[in-house]
């Protein structure tokens, strides 16, 4: 059992940064697959960015390629999204998630989310 607290959200002009963390519970974070998605208001939940368990390997949705930095730090059982040169489609409710051991679509637990807001 995994679960996760999102933390870091919040309203910011176009071009800002902001740095998203995802607390996990449980001793075996390290074998986790952890991805970022996010919902716009009236839109479904999209991919975001995964990071396998090892943080080897990192996966990134078109849209925020070069923009978006995923990383994890497996001794805080924490992985964090670093966003730059946001824009106002970027606004949405972001959550972590957790996959056991290798990357795919579908992910076992969710943590409740956090508001990002980029106003123009």
């Known amino acids: 059992q995994v679960q996760l607290a999102e933390s870091g959200g919040g309203s910011v002009q176009a071009g800002d940064s902001l740095r998203l963390s995802c607390a996990a519970s449980g001793r075996t974070f390290s074998r986790y697959v952890m991805g970022w998605f996010r919902q716009a208001p009236g839109k479904e939940r999209e991919f975001v960015a995964a990071?396998?368990?090892?943080?080897?390997?990192?996966r990134y949705a078109d849209s925020v390629k070069g923009r978006f930095a995923i990383s994890r730090d497996n001794a805080k059982n924490t992985v964090y999204l670093q966003m730059n040169s946001l824009k106002p489609e970027d606004t949405a409710v972001y959550y972590c998630?957790?996959?056991?051991?290798?990357?795919?679509?579908?992910?076992?637990?969710w943590g409740q989310g956090t508001q990002v807001t980029v106003s123009s």
């Open positions: 990071i396998s368990w090892s943080a080897s390997g990192t």
């Open positions: 998630a957790a996959r056991w051991m290798a990357m795919g679509p579908d992910y076992e637990y």
